[in-house]
C-alpha cells in the first residue's frame, strides 16, 4: 500500500510523491516513486522516465502524508455552489 505524500526539499520547489513505507528512525534517506510536482506535471531537475528517487534526510525539510480517506469523501456531490434568490420572482 503507497501512501502520497508532499517532501519539502531545500532550496527546491515541493515534490508529489508515493511512498511505500515509512522510514526508519535510523535511514539516512527517503525513497519515493512517482515524483512530480504538486499539480502532476514531471519535475524539471530528473530526466524522463524516472521512478524512483531517493533523497537524503539532509535535503529534506518536512514531509506532509496525505489522507486518502478524505479525499475521496469529497466528490462532486458533496460541493454546494453557491445561488442567489430573486427578489422579483417573489414580488409577482
Known amino acids: ?21 515509512f522510514p526508519d528512525p535510523q535511514d539516512n534517506c527517503i525513497v519515493v516513486h512517482n515524483p512530480r510536482k504538486k499539480d502532476g506535471k514531471p519535475l524539471n531537475m530528473l530526466v ?18 496525505l489522507d486518502e480517506a478524505a ?4 466528490s462532486s456531490d458533496s460541493i454546494v455552489g453557491f ?3 430573486d427578489s422579483r420572482s417573489r414580488q409577482g
Open 71 to 74: 479525499e475521496a469523501s469529497v
Open 83 to 85: 445561488f442567489r434568490e
Open 1 to 21: 500500500m503507497s501512501v502520497r505524500v508532499i517532501l519539502h526539499v531545500l532550496n527546491e520547489e515541493s515534490v508529489l510523491a508515493e511512498l511505500d513505507k
Open 48 to 65: 524522463d522516465g524516472v521512478k524512483t528517487v531517493i533523497y537524503p534526510w539532509t535535503r529534506i525539510t518536512y514531509v506532509e502524508v
